[in-house]
């Protein structure tokens, strides 16, 4: 019997690496463990998944949500800002300019408010069992990028209704959808991580991300603001992505240069640190959740 | 090659415990404590001191000092009384929580079920369950896949393997939960007591698939405050009390220690103070002897033992029935008896005075474990007291060794006779 036992055990590939696992407690800063998150990719795609699978489910729209909150978003602030306000906006129809701004930004502030929660949402998990914790948020940070694409379709029709050509600037648009993410998922790291022992972020995320969208140009362009303001005002990452958007599709002379440096600067910095953070308080996540 | 797959040296956990809040003075003190104290949490905060929404400054010891070794192929069971830290210790192994001191080094790739189900979700199908809980115990795609029918055939659900497990019955649910647990196929699994959830059957499912693994030869930690199951499958057995270890031996060993601290909670007697709440009759003491005439919470397996009822009588009462009931932890009644039964005192009358009805039970007839007793009046097949579960006692099997294949709710020993006929075959 013992034998059968080993073959099958060799078979299904345990005999061969046998992994060592030392428990210890661990004190201070500690590694991000990069390569065993590596290794639980097959989970971290099982949670975007899933999330996918249950976000719109029991909805009568269903995935339509996707297009419809920033549709009616758009149309609000087309309204308001274009008719009413007249705001200006770089002389491009003012539908297709808030729009252009809207996708990226509803893709990092439903990715936020999604993995802000993650951990509390997920505490189940983190009570009963073992795997890399920053799989959680970064997951639902990612399933927003299929809610992504279905909004930037209606971004797309919308260029054919005004008439706009993109710029060749496009190629750069996975790059600013990256600087997006990894915007999103480094405020979300800190968050997260926070909201396990302090419920209060649960609080503060809404009413955050509703000052961070008066603080990225989406209703406005930041053409608006005097030239040493612009720079400051590109800390927020956020500006660079949306100015990004607008140049890259609707040829705004709104080119990131330098403001595309600082903000991919002030994002990575925000992802490190982030992600630093919450390994450190990882250890405490399951006894205090 | 190294033989100890688990080795846990010197482990403690520490864990922190609000502490009441000081009453504040005067209103300007609780107001400037309540400015002051989001910025002390936020300090806190930043210093990586985990704390919550009050002062932590109380801790206790979950474990303290826990050391021991497990080898290859060892069926291990850790008993101890709830908060004991049995579950903690399985919490550290399982990498879910971390120790504050000491370390463990385990070699290989290791399952833990804490939970049947984890990452259930009620909106998935129960195809989609099985794939995101099996990927969540750590079994890869091509895992799951060779042995997704496995699995649906185990759990029984064939027909309703697309339908969300919202409109699952909470049996096919926890068979399906338990059937994808069932699949792992690491070389140590680490299990809580929750497993074993549910129906009897499915319990009795649970267990023979845990005691299947064990006999592969892989290695098992089970945690549990079942004796009888621990009984069952672990053939060495780790006792924890108060977060430390108190014994590590051989299972027959620890169980019985374990058992005889335990006793201490049980009653070998009550007595009930005179109320006369009830003019005609009231019972004064329940107790239960061994064959020696001790009062005894714990009766050997093979030994008689009595159940005493002591009532006074206040007026002449005919027809009255003393009942004992046996009932075991499961609830089930495993006995009823009446001091009617082998008594003529039916058709007598009781004067009033003090009585005690006396009913021996012989040994070699409950099985080992744990036994509740139930006792009751009736006057012509009226009520007059029932009182439920009253006393506990333990029948321990002592020095003797059942043969486990003697199954059954309990176990008398029957007069056989074998008798040689020879030839003669028609005798």
């Known amino acids: 019997m013992g034998n059968e036992t080993n073959r099958n055990l060799e078979a299904s590939g345990v005999l061969n690496d046998k992994p060592v696992i030392r428990i210890e407690p661990t004190k201070g800063w500690v590694s991000l463990k990069l390569k065993e998150l590596w290794e639980y990719r097959e989970l971290l795609y099982f949670f975007i998944w899933r999330d996918l699978k249950v976000r719109y489910k029991q909805t009568v729209l269903g995935a339509a949500w996707a297009i419809i909150q920033p549709v009616v978003t758009m149309v609000v602030f087309s309204v308001i800002f274009g008719k009413i306000a007249k ?203 | 090659m190294n033989d100890n797959v688990i080795h846990v040296e010197r482990i403690s956990k520490q864990y922190h415990i609000g502490k009441r809040q000081e009453k504040y003075k005067t209103l300007q003190d609780s107001l400037a404590n309540a400015l002051a104290s989001p910025f002390r949490r936020a300090m806190k905060l930043l210093h990586g001191h985990a704390s919550g929404a009050s002062e932590l400054n109380e801790t206790i010891w979950a474990l303290k000092d826990v050391s021991f070794e497990i080898k290859r192929g060892e069926v291990v069971g850790i008993i101890g009384r709830n908060g004991a830290g049995k579950s903690t210790l399985l919490k550290i192994l399982s990498r879910i929580s971390e120790p504050t001191s000491g370390f463990i080094t385990i070699h290989g790739r290791v399952s833990s079920l804490l939970e049947v189900g984890i990452g259930f979700h009620p909106e998935l199908t129960g195809r989609d369950n099985i794939v995101l809980n099996g990927a969540i115990l750590g079994m890869k795609r091509v895992e799951i896949d060779k042995k997704f029918d496995d699995i649906v055939a185990f759990a029984e659900v064939e027909k309703f393997i697309d339908t969300p497990v919202k409109h699952y019955s909470s049996g096919m649910y926890l068979r399906l939960a338990f059937a994808v647990a069932a699949h792992l196929e690491t070389e140590i699994l680490l299990v809580d007591e929750v497993l074993a959830v549910g129906d009897t059957e499915f319990q009795k499912k649970c267990l023979g698939k845990i005691q299947n693994v064990a006999e592969e030869g892989r290695t098992v930690l089970f945690v549990s405050h079942d004796i009888s199951t621990i009984n069952r499958l672990c053939s060495r057995t780790i006792w924890i009390d108060s977060g430390q270890l108190r014994l590590d031996s051989l299972t027959n060993n620890v169980i019985q220690q374990y058992m005889l601290s335990q006793m201490q909670g049980c009653m070998s007697e009550i007595r009930f103070p005179s109320t006369h709440v009830n003019n005609k009759f009231q019972i004064k003491f329940i107790r239960i002897v061994s064959e020696n005439n001790e009062p005894t919470a714990i009766v050997d397996f093979q030994n008689s033992f009595k159940i005493k009822i002591g009532y006074e009588v206040f007026e002449p009462l005919m027809g009255v029935f003393i009942l004992s009931r046996i009932t075991d932890l499961y609830g089930n009644i495993i006995c009823t008896s009446w001091d009617t039964d082998t008594t003529d005192w039916e058709d007598r009358v009781r004067e009033p005075d003090q009585y005690t009805s006396i009913c021996t039970f012989p040994g070699c007839l409950l099985r080992p474990g744990r036994y509740l007793l139930s006792v009751g009046v009736a006057i012509n097949r009226h009520i007059l007291t029932y009182h439920e579960n009253i006393l506990s006692f333990e029948v321990s099997p002592a020095n003797y060794c059942l043969n486990p294949g003697r199954v059954g709710i309990i176990t008398p020993l029957f007069k056989w006779e074998v008798i040689h006929n020879g030839e003669n075959i028609n005798n």
């Open chain 1, 87 to 289: 705001m200006p906006s770089d002389g491009i129809p003012y539908p297709i300019f808030s729009y252009a701004a809207l996708v990226p930004w509803t893709f990092f502030a439903s990715g936020l408010g999604r993995a802000s929660n993650s951990l509390v949402s997920n505490s189940n998990l983190i009570k009963k069992v073992y795997f890399p914790r920053l799989c959680i948020p970064i997951s639902s940070v990612l399933s927003g990028i299929v809610d992504f694409i279905l909004a930037f379709i209606i971004l797309i029709g919308m260029m054919f209704y005004f008439r706009i050509m993109p710029t060749v600037n496009v190629i750069c648009l996975p790059l600013l959808l990256l600087l997006a993410l990894a915007t999103s998922l480094g405020v979300s790291l800190w968050l997260s991580a926070m909201n396990v022992q302090f419920r209060d972020v649960g609080i503060i995320v809404p009413f955050l991300t509703q000052i961070w969208l008066f603080a990225t140009p989406i209703v406005y362009p930041s053409s608006l603001l005097p030239e040493p303001w612009r720079t400051l005002y590109g800390i927020n990452p956020m500006v660079g992505v949306v100015e990004g958007f607008r140049w890259a599709l609707l040829g705004t002379n709104t080119a990131p240069g330098h403001i595309i440096i600082i903000a991919s600067l002030v994002s990575l910095s925000l992802l490190i640190s982030g992600a630093l953070y919450f390994r450190r308080m990882e250890k405490n996540f399951a006894d205090v959740v």
